[in-house]
Antibody, heavy 123, light 110 residues
């Protein structure tokens, strides 16, 4: 069974940093591209970043470029996102999501999602 | 902000058919496949339709998707109470070089 479990969320002051993790199980992690998607309170889903299975290729939304860094450790079956210079507008539930194995393009959809971890940016 | 436009809400009685529209442009829907997700707040979003009209294993055939030009639609036939959720369309945007989601539609079963 595919499982994606996010962790690392919490209350952070503006300007602070946080690293979110997503532990994957039930599939060959290194064979799948992965993504982060967030949802601010009362808002819709927003794509944040994606990374290829090898980790060599990364993609970012313009709204987070330069502040967010996506990475993965295939030996630990874990996806990460480092978030720096946090702003109030970064307050959101962050979801990790898996891309199907047959999809190598960054434009592919996500077939499994985690339950999310909440990041709250406030003083 | 979202570049794909959906109606904020849709509703129907059990057994009825509900259709949700998703309007985009040539840089997203017009040139790339559309996918649909079902989301109950606080839970993991679920893939409902991929590549315009394909249903993943386990998704009831009551759900169907279509695309024409720069617009797409999700239809739910035989509406059931468990279909109450938020629905999002999504596509890759060639100009933004990233995924874009629709504004979301809340479906209510009356």
């Amino acid at each position: 069974e595919v499982q994606l479990v996010e962790s690392g969320g919490g209350l952070v002051q503006p300007g602070g940093s946080l690293r979110l993790s997503c532990e994957a199980s039930g599939f060959t992690f290194s064979s799948h591209a992965m993504s982060w998607v967030r949802q601010a309170p009362g808002k819709g889903l927003e794509w944040v970043s994606s990374i290829s299975g090898s980790g060599f290729n990364t993609y970012y939304a313009d709204s987070v470029k330069g502040r967010f860094t996506i990475s993965r450790d295939n030996s630990k079956n874990t996806l990460y996102v480092q978030i720096n210079s946090l702003r109030a507008e970064d307050t959101a539930v962050f979801y990790c999501a898996r891309t199907p194995i047959a999809c190598t393009s960054p434009s592919c959809y996500s077939d499994y999602w985690g339950q999310g971890t909440l990041v709250t940016v406030s003083s | 902000q979202s570049v794909l436009t959906q109606p904020p809400s849709a509703s129907g009685t059990p057994g009825q058919r509900v259709t949700i529209s998703c309007s985009g442009s040539s840089s997203n829907i017009g040139g790339n496949p559309v996918n649909w997700y079902q989301h109950l707040p606080g839970t993991a979003p679920k893939l409902l339709i991929y590549t315009n009209n394909q249903r993943p294993s386990g998704v009831p055939d009551r759900f169907s998707g279509s695309k024409s030009g720069t617009s797409a639609s999700l239809a739910i036939s035989g509406l059931q109470s468990e279909d109450e959720a938020d629905y999002y369309c999504a596509a890759w945007d060639d100009g933004l070089k990233g995924h874009v989601f629709g504004t979301g539609t809340k479906v209510t079963v009356l």
